[in-house]
């Protein structure tokens, strides 16, 4: 385990979205901050406690709440945002499926709900309806009732098993 004096700053490299990142850091300082200051401001931040899923990223493969990971814990790490989804402007499936089904209102929790949706279909390509409220739960919506959400992540899971537009699982 590395050890860190409480004011060190500390470099870090990381990939986001496919590009390196080097970042300097206090070993304190929160990811979701850190992914913020670099630009990724559609990470958003619902809660100080773990549970509103709004800072959702997938790092190395796994979703994760970029609240509760230190930015040092990150360092050489594979980190995909939703700024990542779309290639050349061509939204990835699940985003033409919120799209399409109505899944967002205020757009806050959307980022991180889209991240979680990645992740759980790249786990569970034809999640039932119940797999997809429990993969889901995780992530919290004040605006749309769910109900949308669970019916994007029902088209987006038929798009991507169609084959519809290209998917890279990572
Ligand atoms: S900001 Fe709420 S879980 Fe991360
Ligand atoms: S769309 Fe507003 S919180 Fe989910």
């Known amino acids: 385990m590395k050890v860190y004096e409480k004011d060190q700053k500390v470099k870090i490299h990381f990939k986001v979205n496919g590009q390196d990142v080097?970042?300097?850091?206090?070993?304190?300082?929160?990811?979701?901050?850190a992914l913020r200051e670099l630009g990724f401001t559609g990470v958003h931040i619902g809660c100080d406690t773990s549970n509103c899923g709004a800072c959702t990223v997938i790092m190395n493969g796994k979703s994760v709440k970029s609240c509760t990971v230190l930015a040092v814990e990150a360092d050489g790490s594979e980190i995909l945002t939703v700024e990542g989804l779309a290639k050349d402007g061509k939204l990835h499936p699940i985003q033409e499926a919120f799209w399409e089904k109505h899944a967002l209102q205020c757009g806050y929790c959307t980022p991180g709900m889209i991240m979680e949706a990645y992740w759980l279909l790249k786990e569970k390509p034809d999640p039932t309806e119940e797999e997809i409220r429990e993969g889901i739960s995780g992530n919290l919506c004040r605006c749309t009732g769910y109900q949308n959400i669970v019916e994007?992540?029902?088209?987006?899971?038929?798009?991507?098993?169609?084959g519809q537009t290209p998917y890279q699982r990572q």
Request: charged fraction near 35%; proline fraction near 4%.
């Open 152 to 162: 994007a992540v029902k088209l987006a899971s038929q798009k991507l098993r169609l």
């Open 22 to 33: 080097e970042y300097e850091t206090e070993p304190r300082k929160l990811l979701v901050h």
